[in-house]
């Protein structure tokens, strides 16, 4: 036998193989190493307020929210008003942060009393490091006379 031309090598990610002279052929005992690193989107659904509610005073604002690879979720709440949707000339919608990073508890305490009454649309934001998703609620009226 010619064991000068053969050399046998442990690969470790397709298990053991034998190469020749003439080629390479596999003698696999171990599967192919396959690992999915890929990271999914997070879930997030605003469940209050969904929109044509009065709000006022302390108003809590309610979401569910998961991500399919159990990532730690942060989530941000923001709010715009009517006066940013209704002008034309203005290049984009304007959001304002009620709460950054907060914990995803499902819910946040929201002081509606630091807002002039009026229309307001509600954005939470589930963000795991690397995607973020977002929910809109409809129009909201805040009146706290």
Request: charged share 20%; glycine share 6%; hydrophobic share 40%.
């Amino acid at each position: 036998m010619k064991w000068k031309r053969i050399w046998i090598i442990l690969l470790l990610t397709i298990g053991i193989g034998i190469i020749s002279g003439a080629g390479y052929y596999s003698l696999s005992i171990l599967p192919p190493l396959s690992i999915d690193e890929r990271n999914s989107p997070p879930d997030i659904k605003l469940l209050y307020p969904t929109g044509n509610e009065l709000l006022s005073g302390v108003e809590e604002i309610v979401w569910a929210a998961k991500d399919p690879d159990n990532d730690v979720l942060k989530i941000t709440i923001q709010y715009t008003q009517t006066l940013e949707w209704d002008c034309s000339s203005c290049p984009q919608i304007r959001w304002y942060n009620i709460t950054v990073d907060e914990v995803n508890d499902g819910s946040f305490l929201w002081n509606t009393t630091m807002l002039r009454d009026g229309q307001y649309i509600i954005k939470v934001i589930a963000n795991d490091g690397e995607y973020a998703s977002e929910d809109t609620s409809g129009w909201v009226t805040i009146n706290n006379r």
